[in-house]
């Protein structure tokens, strides 16, 4: 059955979707998303990735700074919705919006609720080390990322960076959220609560977390690189310029922490040692380490601070 949606989003993780949902022929009302935001050096307004793929498919567009003004709910609840699909929308929904399509919202969250609730669920799991991760379909309440689940699906994450990771879960949650509408419709599925347990928080990625510090062991400071890259990359001075590391290895090795130890670029941490494999100098695109040291050189005994 063709439902009467509206969806709010905003990321690139949100558009597969928007996409999936307009084809299996559901019917979207409206998109809301974050308001054009000031973007690079010039500051000028960029619409986000939601906005765009909707400008494109020629869907109406809404972006109100928020939802809690009696206009804005009233102009949603006139919309006459069966249901409306939340992902990575950025606003907690008031009472009313949550209690204006007939089934309900439901949201695609990037992680294995209770745990990791909030803004960076992907990055903060793979930065934490965990050895899994997932997508959830939930049914909204007033909470934070507290509603009861309706579907989920699990991935180990392995060495994959959070973009990766990103990518591969935006589409699994695509997924996710068309079964799990089909799924409701039929009156085949009950939401259950989250576990009691486990809660923890995924607070909003600082750019003041991203400086390494390399007293850390090698395993610590490599779930750091990884949960930071792409955006927005750790760093550490090299040379007394900023250098970013995308990617990086544990190997054997000893020295002084931030010491460079091998010719291709294997840095010394306060346990083990990490081996740079991709890194971006400032106003460079990103190349491996090989690439780096060909005009750039940095040899033993450098400290990395």
């Not at 250098?243 to 941490?269: F, H, R, S, Y």
Request: net charge neutral.
């Amino acid at each position: 059955m063709t439902l009467r949606l509206a969806f709010l989003g905003t990321p690139d993780f949100a558009v597969p979707t928007l996409a999936e949902l307009m084809a299996q022929g559901h019917e979207i009302a409206a998109v809301y998303s974050q308001p054009p935001r000031p973007k690079g050096r010039g500051l000028t307004l960029e619409k986000g990735a939601v906005h765009k793929f909707a400008e494109t498919a020629g869907l109406e567009i809404r972006t109100p700074l928020s939802l809690k003004g009696a206009e804005e709910q009233a102009a949603f609840a006139a919309l006459d919705l069966d249901a409306a699909i939340v992902v990575a929308y950025g606003l907690l929904l008031p009472k009313a919006i949550l209690n204006a399509p007939k089934m309900g919202c439901f949201n695609l969250h990037g992680s294995l609720l209770p745990r990791w609730r909030g803004a960076a669920p992907i990055q903060r799991a793979v930065m934490a080390g965990d050895a899994e991760t997932g997508v959830m379909v939930m049914q909204m309440d007033e909470g934070l990322d507290t509603g009861p689940v309706l579907m989920a699906e699990r991935v180990a994450i392995g060495r994959q960076t959070s973009g990766e990771l990103t990518e591969r879960l935006a589409r699994l949650g695509a997924d996710l959220m068309v079964r799990a509408l089909g799924a409701l419709e039929r009156g085949a599925i009950t939401a259950q609560p989250q576990a009691a347990d486990g809660a923890t928080y995924a607070k909003k990625i600082s750019k003041d977390e991203a400086r390494i510090d390399w007293t850390q062991n090698a395993r610590e400071i490599d779930c750091r690189i990884r949960g930071l890259s792409p955006w927005p990359g750790a760093w550490s001075d090299v040379k007394g310029e900023r250098l970013k590391i995308l990617l990086a290895e544990p190997v054997t090795g000893k020295g002084a922490p931030g010491e460079v130890i091998g010719d291709d670029l294997t840095i010394a941490c306060g346990d083990g040692a990490l081996r740079l494999l991709k890194v971006q100098r400032a106003g460079s695109k990103a190349m491996t380490a090989g690439e780096l040291l060909k005009g750039f050189a940095v040899p033993k005994g450098t400290r990395l601070t």
